[in-house]
């Protein structure tokens, strides 16, 4: 009977675990969780429903959601897909819904359904899992793995690590020869004060642009402001693939935001008409854009240097294009970050170079596997990092189902 130990008590962890046990059940499968409460991410994702996946079901569409990971998981997801997750958990009882954004989540609306689903099939399947187990050392000798935790020795066939992003194991990766991309925050709001975003809380727009200034990178989507600052997935989709340039300014760095999505010219033509048809009409008293609140308008209006009682005939020229500047191109000093600390993503982890991932095996030593956010795979929020658990999950078991 092959033995295998699983290292991390997570979603990659477990369905891993379920997975390989299913297609062998010869094998003796051990889940180790450092914590007292396995799947913990899993509970608290999606606020509290668990976002699955996402219903994007092209891999090379699917692909551009993953800032790092790209390449290395075209070909992992067309072997398992967002389909297959959909028909593993259907099967499982546990069916899926789409919402409105794509984001896919249990029709139970809980991520406990997703909990119970894990435990019902461990428990089925006697898959051994064992909490309050946190690694101290894992080294290979004589074929056989030897994993020491403050409790116990264990000695495996094959070991796989789904830890997440934990420094421990990291670096007990790094002395057996892995290396490892240096982890920074994936996913986090930009910390801006700015008189123009002061009490405007819970505000937001569907579809605004937003650029990093002295790079290439802008993202589009719907904005809110918070209490930090700036926030919603266009800000955090520009986080993720601005992981390593905003680390390397140390969070202080500039954005330039175009509230309504349109070029500055169209919005121009449009102010100038608005001159000529509402001459007679107070300018900060009603917003004409309908994707712009009244009390963001105000402050955009008196950051253009016009006055509360002035009328839209008596704008001058440069009012008017410090108007269309403030609507399509305001700039913003940021200065920090703040994560999420529920769901809290890092981009870096082992080398992507340094696995196979046709079973998601490392390169330099036989039998031993990762998964899940221990390496240096990431996404964009909304359902993508959970795929690359199952995904990867999938292709592992398959791996470590058959005979040493």
């Known amino acids: ?17 379920i997975n390989a046990k299913e297609q062998n059940p010869d094998l003796d499968i051990t889940i180790l969780e450092k914590g007292k409460e396995t799947l913990q991410k899993v509970r608290i994702s999606g606020g509290g429903r668990c976002n699955v996946t996402h219903a994007c079901f092209e891999p090379k569409e699917l692909v551009k959601f993953y800032p790092r990971g790209e390449k290395e998981l075209l070909g992992p997801f067309h072997q398992f897909m967002t389909g297959d997750t959909f028909e593993w958990f259907e099967n499982k009882g546990v069916p899926l819904k789409i919402e409105h954004d794509n984001r896919v989540f249990p029709e139970a609306n809980t991520s406990q359904a997703i909990i ?11 898959i051994k899992v064992l909490t309050s187990h946190g690694v101290n050392s894992f080294y290979q000798q004589e074929n056989k793995w030897i994993i020491n935790t403050k409790n116990e020795q264990f000695i495996a066939d094959k070991l796989v690590i789904a830890a997440g992003s934990s420094k421990k194991i990291w670096d007990l990766s790094k002395e057996l020869g892995h290396s490892i991309i240096n982890t920074v925050p994936s996913l986090f709001t930009f910390n801006i004060k700015d008189p123009r975003l002061t009490d405007l809380l819970g505000l937001s727009v569907p579809n605004a642009t937003v650029k990093l200034v002295g790079t290439n990178l802008e993202n589009s989507g719907p904005l809110l402001i918070t209490h930090w600052g700036l926030s919603g997935p266009a800000i ?6 601005g992981a390593r340039i905003l680390a390397d300014k140390n969070y202080q760095y500039n954005v330039t935001v175009n509230w309504l999505g349109e ?3 169209s919005v121009t033509e449009k102010l100038l008409s608005l001159k000529k048809g509402q001459a007679k009409k107070q300018v900060s008293l009603k917003s004409p854009f309908s994707d712009i609140a009244k009390r963001l308008w105000e402050r955009l209006v008196f950051a253009s240097k016009i006055k509360n009682t002035q009328n839209w005939g008596d704008l001058s020229n440069q009012q008017l294009q410090n108007l269309a500047n403030q609507l399509t191109n305001g700039l913003f000093n940021a200065n920090g970050r703040t994560t999420f600390k529920d769901e809290f993503v890092t981009a870096g982890g082992i080398d992507l170079k340094e696995i196979n991932f046709k ?3 490392s390169k330099l030593h036989k039998n031993l596997f990762f998964v899940g956010e221990i390496l240096n795979i990431d996404a964009v929020t909304g359902g993508f990092n959970f795929q690359n658990a199952w995904t990867g999950g999938f292709i592992c078991a398959n791996a470590i189902a058959e005979e040493v």
């Open 1 to 17: 009977m092959s033995k295998v130990v699983i290292i991390g008590g997570g979603a990659a962890g477990f369905f891993t675990a």
């Open 236 to 241: 955090l989709k520009l986080s993720a693939y």
């Open 116 to 126: 119970d689903c894990f435990q019902k099939a461990v428990d089925k399947l006697k």
């Open 263 to 265: 070029d500055t010219t």
């Open 359 to 361: 079973r998601f095996e």
